[in-house]
DNA sequence: CATGAATGAGACTTCATTCAT
DNA sequence: CATGAATGAAGTCTCATTCAT
């Protein structure tokens, strides 16, 4: 009794994360829209109909996916926060955070479109964290007051979009340091003066 | 005798604008996947197979159009670059006619990823107005030379995205400038003074 | 437990076969091209899309009848070669053979030039069984010998097709039995007796 | 007055010349059912209703040149039957003729499927001349008379077809030549018995 | 829960034909 | 007579979804 997991849920659990996988790298190798349920589930060994039982639609595998990695994302952030670390240094930190996971998954967050306009799967509380780095920079002079915060964080966000697809020959990391130089330099507060 | 077009091309004129407009209108309104070719004749008012005389495909609608923005985008700094105004000025006034064009055209940008992940209509034309500018900057001292010009250009074109994309509720200009400001504080060298 | 094939797949093959028997039916009724895939499957009452689970186009089920009939018609053949009969005799039986097969499926043949010119469904071995008997018919000096074999292959096959594709009223049977006649009187040595 | 044929009416007979030599010309290398009336009209360089001035419709063309075809051969034919050889010297020299424009015309003859079942463009005249020739050779002794003339006609047009459609090695008319050979063989009584 | 054949709506596309200029 | 844009019927094919087994 105490044994809640029955081997009958382990195994669904198992092919649930089977399809998932699976479609992630269809979705990426394929593209979304080119990808047809029944192509899924012939990766996968499985029936068609065998996909209604664990979702409900394509769009729900990718929904399903994105909110993992986007509480992925945040379980590293939280534990972040709570470092003594400068908030410069903790902007830094937290820009190589994201930006590696951006890197690991660039292709995924491509098809976020395919969700509707009005279905971002990050919660409020993802900007939240931000705030709170930026918030006491600028509360200890670190960092410029006359921006608001809400630019800085879209702007901070931008700058890992804009690495993560970039062109150059630049590499990810290095291109990413780059921008975060030229963004914290705009953003410090020039003491000499 | 004068008049070398004739009225059977202007109409034709008219009705592949016709066609233009009303795709653009239906693809911002239900989404390019899901506005199909009878859904524009029928708006168009016309038969489904005169489409064809006008177009290949869907995405050629959508290419032509980009193609048409990213030309009027290219003209307007054409002329800007032979000013005399400084670097600084210019990135600014390029930044507020890109973001104008960006803004009123800002869900057709965001179209771009269904012409394929090669096929932005823009040539390398673009990115060397801007680079010559960031150029002259660097050389007279006005920017800072640590970084490298291509990340410069693409952290720009980054602030452009990310305020056009922006959910904030500050308007579109001030966001811009916003980040204009954190951009040029950025990248300006502030060692004396 | 013994019975290996399901009910399930017993109904596929079933279906198949209707759907081949339909489009037989059509294709000779209406002709090829005037059949589309929507009235085969509306006169077999099912739906359009389940066509495609059996067959890849209309092409597809016409090569897979003619490549039954024609397998069929090897066996005929290849069991007759081994009886001991004299080469004219053989020729002869193969003839009437033939003959038939080619009578049951006269207009089924006639829809040969819709799979492409290089598209025989049948492979060289049909070719070979009547080789190897004309061969013994030579050897023996029964045949004459100044008329090469693939000549007289395709003259053969010629009968066939004349007697086949005849509008004269003279009975299928009897219209090859003449012309059999022609034949293996010219290819008959006769200078001696 | 007198002169009967306008500019007008000449410049229309070249029009009609250059649309019967381009649709051939394209059946041919593309096939009926791939052609297109615009295809043929863009070649021709004239615009596509144009073609309903001179055709009803794209089986009409054909019709026209499969027709002209015959009534040249016709003429060949008719020419020869009047001469004073013997019957199988004539048989010989017919089937050189419609062998030769068999082999010119190849491509053209297997479009005649498209034309309905009974839309043979030739009428029975063409029958006529051969029977006549057949007739007066087994009149004079030289050809067999057990085998009905209609019988000996279709085997003769076999042969043509039957060399014209050859995959062997051989050339054309040494194929023909053979199986002329064949042929009068088997027709001719066996004096020698 | 798994299966996979059946479904049929609906998208795309072609093209013979018409007709206003 | 020539033109060629407009037409829309018709055909092919795909695929998410259902449901009997």
Request: aromatic share 10%.
């Given at each position: 009794m105490e044994n809640v997991i029955s081997r009958r849920d382990r195994k669904k659990v198992q092919i649930l994360n089977t399809l998932v996988d699976i479609s992630m790298e269809l979705f990426v190798a394929k593209g979304f829209e080119e990808t047809t349920i029944a192509d899924i589930m012939k990766?996968?060994?499985?029936?068609?109909?065998?996909?209604?039982n664990y979702f409900q639609s394509k769009e729900d595998v990718l929904k399903y996916v994105l909110t993992q990695k986007f509480d992925q994302a945040k379980n590293s952030l939280e534990r972040l926060i709570k470092?003594?670390?400068?908030p410069q240094e903790k902007i830094?930190?937290?820009l190589v955070i994201l930006g590696r996971i951006y890197e690991d998954n660039r292709q995924l967050f491509g098809l976020?479109?395919?969700?509707g306009p009005n279905q971002p799967p990050h919660g409020p509380e993802f900007k939240d964290i931000l705030v709170s780095i930026i918030d006491?920079?600028?509360?200890?002079?670190?960092?410029?007051?006359?921006i608001p915060i809400e630019i800085v964080i879209e702007t901070f966000m931008g700058l890992i979009k804009s690495a993560a697809t970039s062109h150059s020959?630049?590499?990810?990391?290095?291109?990413?340091n780059y921008k975060l130089d030229l963004f914290l330099n705009g953003l410090t507060e020039k003491n000499n003066k």
């Open positions: 990766s996968a060994d499985l029936g068609t109909g065998t996909f209604y470092s003594t670390i400068s830094s930190q937290i976020i479109n395919h969700l006491e920079g600028q509360k200890n002079g670190d960092f410029r007051k006359t020959k630049i590499p990810f990391m290095e291109n990413l």
